[in-house]
């Protein structure tokens, strides 16, 4: 009824009679204030064609169904071949825990069974396993260079998410293949195990150098709290070789074979939101290495850190830095050697990834014009990342664009290890090299960025190569 265009009531009727279909009879309610209703107005009239009839639906059952207690007594899989049941245990299992109906997101029925209980429910799982072979073709950017890298995976090989990967990367200065095997833990893929052997033929022209690595590793990675750690073991059978005619003594007197067997061990903490340009977060990384006690014929201690620290800032700013280290101790009487050195050339700095405005990997001890690398080394830098002046494309591909300005500085060179740690931090803290500029970089996802900046190059060093001015840089893995 309307009282003086207030509101309408609403009832329903029903029966108790199952045979027989309810009747209802629902009314929209609507009020349009919170004044009280007159006790005494007009007549009532009939209702008018203006009156809109709503058939509302009654709330309660199905609240009453969702707040039910329940109990999933069964679980069900539909699609799954060669994969085990135990491992989507592990998966599933929050779905044992469920209470009510709320908390099971999936296909459910009333349990069926002599077993069955009044509130038992069965959950179905509709699952689509992966291809037993799948294969992939990609394009890779680090350190500078670039690579076309070929795949082949064997996923879910023995039923309990183990993989097994071949992978071909042909390089611009370098080529490599590899076999490896994957098992993790069940419950806990943080937590694995792998297995590779590989082949890996490097090329590096600051040094005049080729080498090859043959080798075989296992690693066993695992969080601990909010870290995570990986424990490795590696024999490697290493060639070197000169990579021109022109190439010093220093690189054409360890030319030759060496076999090494070593262990490592690798933690890190990162709470970036990107590995690539990140807006906030830090990242913590420690390695150590051990050369020498499982056999082979190189022996040496190397211990190295990476740090970086980043701050959001006003307008859509970043604010990042970062600072590199490590030494490399030879045991024994026999010298390091430039492969030690040259592993993932982390002893070596210059370039684009690390102290620009330098060419890459050009400071610090050299012969004939061929960088050896140092035992010892530091390096850091101090970033401002803003968005492109005016906001070009913005919201879509401007946003991949980041204006860049940075001040960076680093240094190595060989240690006298019988000179203790305090003429170790001098020597690192003398001639130091310098650099500050800005430039444009561009991010590739989240896979990799490209830099071109404009370089100022200081602190230049006898034997140093320099690149003033215009200076590109792809990789990874930047200071």
């Not at 509302?56 to 169904?65: A, D, R, T």
């Not at 045991?331 to 405005?357: E, H, N």
């Not at 014009?369 to 968005?387: C, F, K, M, R, S």
């Amino acid at each position: 009824f309307d009282v003086e265009n207030r509101g309408f009531f609403s009832f329903t009727k029903g029966t108790n009679d199952k045979s027989m279909s309810p009747t209802k009879c629902s009314f929209l309610l609507c009020f349009q204030s919170l004044e009280p209703l007159p006790m005494a107005g007009p007549d009532f009239g009939a209702l008018g064609e203006e009156a809109e009839l709503v058939e509302v639906e009654p709330e309660s059952k199905q609240e009453i169904l969702e707040n039910k207690d329940v109990v999933v007594q069964h679980v069900h899989f539909d699609g799954l071949g060669r994969t085990k049941d135990d491992i989507i245990m592990y998966e599933i299992s929050d779905v044992f825990k469920a209470k009510n109906l709320i908390d099971v997101d999936v296909l459910i029925d009333t349990c069926q069974g002599d077993d069955a209980l009044p509130n038992g429910l069965d959950v179905t799982f509709e699952v689509t396993e992966l291809r037993r072979l799948t294969g992939s073709y990609n394009t890779m950017v680090g350190n500078n260079e670039g690579s076309m890298v070929l795949g082949l995976k064997f996923p879910n090989l023995l039923g309990r998410a183990e993989k097994v990967t071949f992978q071909f990367s042909y390089g611009t200065k370098e080529t490599s293949y590899g076999l490896s095997f994957f098992k993790p833990r069940p419950g806990n893929f943080e937590r694995n195990f792998s297995v590779n052997v590989y082949k890996v033929t490097g090329q590096f022209p600051w040094s005049s150098l080729r080498e090859t690595d043959r080798g075989i590793s296992t690693e066993f990675n695992f969080p601990i709290w909010k870290t995570n750690h990986t424990l490795k073991w590696e024999g490697v059978w290493r060639e070197l070789g000169c990579l021109a005619r022109t190439a010093s003594f220093s690189v054409r007197e360890e030319s030759g074979h060496s076999l090494k067997s070593s262990l490592s061990h690798a933690m890190v903490i990162d709470s970036r939101n990107s590995s690539i340009l990140p807006k906030r977060g830090a990242l913590l990384k420690i390695n150590q290495e051990l050369a020498g006690y499982a056999g082979g014929d190189v022996s040496f201690l190397k211990e190295d850190f990476e740090f970086q620290l980043n701050k959001q800032l006003l307008w859509d700013s970043v604010v990042s830095a970062s600072f590199w280290g490590g030494m490399l101790v030879p045991i024994g009487d026999k010298p390091s050697s430039i492969a030690d050195r040259q592993a993932f050339s982390m002893f070596y700095l210059g370039g684009p990834t690390s102290v620009r405005g330098f060419s890459m990997y050009s400071i610090g001890p050299q012969s004939e014009g061929d960088y050896l690398g140092g035992e010892a080394y530091w390096a850091g830098g101090v970033h401002l990342y803003t968005p492109l002046p005016f906001r070009p494309g913005r919201g879509g591909f401007g946003d991949l664009f980041r204006t860049h300005f940075f001040l960076n500085a680093g240094n190595l060179c060989n240690l006298n290890y019988g000179d203790g740690p305090r003429a170790h931090l001098q020597r690192l803290a003398e001639c130091i090299r310098w650099s500050y500029g800005a430039g444009v970089v561009l991010r590739l996802g989240n896979i990799a960025r490209l830099e071109l900046n404009y370089c100022f190059p200081m602190g230049v060093q006898a034997g140093d190569r320099i690149c003033d001015g215009v200076q590109f840089g792809a990789g990874i893995r930047f200071l």
